[in-house]
C-alpha cells in the first residue's frame, strides 16, 4: 500500500500542495491531468528522484521519505522507456540487478524468466534501436519488473507506441495487476483512465482535486475540469429561486429544474452529459424536461455524430449511427430536445 501525506514540491510558477493519497495493496490507480499539472513530477517524488519540501511518502507501512533511490522498492517506467542503447535487451533487463551485486547466475535465471513472462525471449540478443515501440516498452516494463518492487509507477506508458499497439499493452497491464503488481499509472487520456483503473484521481495545477471510480468521477465529476476530461461539453448558468422548501434553477430557455438541498447562491453551474440530451423532429411524449432548437451544425464524430442545437444556450449532443439512421439531423432544422431532470448535475 501506497500512502502520500501532505505532499509538497515548490517551483518558480509551479506547486504541488499538501497533495495526499492513498493506493491500496493490488489497485490499479490511474492519476489523470493535463501537461503540467505535477503528474510526473508526483511519481519521481515517489520514486525518489526528486525530493519532496514537505510531507511523507510511506510504502507498506515504511517511511521511505528519505531513502535513496536503489533503497526504494519502487519501479518508475519513464514514458520515452530510458532503454540503454548500446546494451542488447538482455543487459538492459539485467543492468538493475547487476547494480545490486547479485551473482551472475542468479541474474541470468532472472533475466530469462522476466522474458518467457513477457513474451520476449526472441528478443534477448536485440538492441533497443531494431525494436518497435510495443517491444521496447514491454522491455522497459520487463526491466523494471525484475526488480520485484513492491509498486510500479507508470509515466505515460502509452504516449510512445502506435494506437494499434496499445490494446496490447493494456492486456499486458491488467495481466500484470490481476497476478497482484500494485500499479500507478499516470495519463492525460480518461478514455485509457476508464480501460485500466480500479481507482483514480484528476490532478489540476498540483492539486488533487477529486478520487474515485471511474464511474463516481466520470458520472458526478465534482467540479467543471473534472467533468472536462470526461467530454462533457454541457454546462449551462442557471438563476437560483427557492419556493418554499423547493429549490429551482431556471436556464437562459426558460427551462426551470429542480434542484437538489444545498447552499447556493443567487446563481449556479449545472452539467449534462451529452449522451443524456437526445433530439427529435416531433414533440416528445413523456415528463423528461423539453425545450425547442434549432440544428445549428452536425459533425461526424468518432462514433457517430455530433449535433450543436440552439436554444437559449448551445447544447451538445453525441448520436451513434443507429440513432441517426432512425432520427437524421439537418442543420437549420427546429427540432425538440429532451433529458432526464437527474442527469443534471450541480458543480462547485
Not at 500484470?176 to 499516470?186: A, L, P, S, W
Not at 447552499?263 to 423539453?290: H, Q, R, T
Not at 445549428?296 to 437559449?312: H, K, M
Request: glycine residues 8%; neutral net charge; contains cysteine.
Amino acid at each position: 500500500m501506497l500512502e502520500l501525506h501532505n505532499i509538497r514540491k515548490s517551483y518558480p510558477g509551479f506547486e504541488i500542495m499538501d497533495l495526499s493519497l492513498r493506493v491500496e495493496k493490488g489497485e490499479y490507480f490511474v492519476l489523470l491531468g493535463r501537461s503540467g499539472s505535477g503528474k510526473s513530477m508526483l511519481l519521481e517524488i515517489i520514486a525518489g528522484l526528486r525530493s519532496c519540501d514537505s510531507g511523507s511518502v510511506i510504502l507498506n507501512g515504511t517511511d521511505i521519505t528519505k531513502f535513496k533511490i536503489q533503497e526504494r522498492k519502487t519501479g518508475l517506467v519513464f514514458q520515452d522507456f530510458a532503454l540503454f542503447p548500446h546494451l542488447t535487451v538482455y543487459d538492459n533487463i539485467a543492468y538493475p540487478l547487476r547494480t545490486k551485486g547479485m551473482k551472475k547466475s542468479d541474474i541470468d535465471e532472472k533475466v530469462k524468466d522476466m522474458a518467457w513472462e513477457m513474451n520476449i525471449t526472441s528478443l534477448l540478443e536485440r538492441r533497443p534501436d531494431t525494436l518497435s515501440g510495443g517491444e521496447r516498452q514491454r522491455v522497459a516494463v520487463s526491466r523494471t519488473l525484475v526488480t520485484s518492487p513492491d509498486i510500479i509507477l507508470l509515466d505515460e506508458p502509452m504516449a510512445s507506441i502506435d494506437t494499434p499497439l496499445r490494446d496490447d499493452l493494456r492486456r499486458l497491464l491488467r495481466d500484470i495487476n490481476r497476478k497482484g503488481m500494485t500499479i500507478m499509472h499516470v495519463t492525460h487520456d480518461f478514455r485509457e483512465a476508464i480501460r485500466l483503473a480500479h481507482r483514480m484521481g484528476v490532478m489540476h495545477n498540483g492539486h488533487l482535486v477529486q478520487t474515485g471510480s471511474p464511474d463516481e468521477i466520470f458520472s458526478r465529476p465534482r467540479n467543471r475540469f473534472v467533468a472536462r476530461f470526461a467530454g462533457v461539453q454541457n454546462f449551462f448558468n442557471i438563476a437560483v429561486e427557492r419556493k418554499g422548501d423547493t429549490i429551482r434553477g431556471k436556464m437562459k430557455n426558460g427551462i426551470e429544474i429542480e434542484l437538489p438541498e444545498g447552499n447556493y447562491g443567487d446563481d449556479a453551474l449545472i452539467m449534462i452529459p451529452n449522451s443524456e440530451i437526445s433530439a427529435s423532429g416531433n414533440f416528445p411524449a413523456g415528463s423528461e424536461i423539453v425545450a425547442e432548437g434549432v440544428v445549428r451544425e452536425v459533425n461526424r464524430a468518432e462514433n457517430g455524430y455530433e449535433a450543436y442545437i440552439e436554444s437559449g444556450d448551445i447544447f451538445y449532443l453525441n448520436l451513434s449511427h443507429e440513432s441517426w439512421a432512425v432520427t437524421p439531423l439537418l442543420r437549420g432544422e427546429r427540432v425538440w430536445i429532451t433529458f432526464p431532470g437527474d442527469a443534471v448535475r450541480v458543480l462547485q
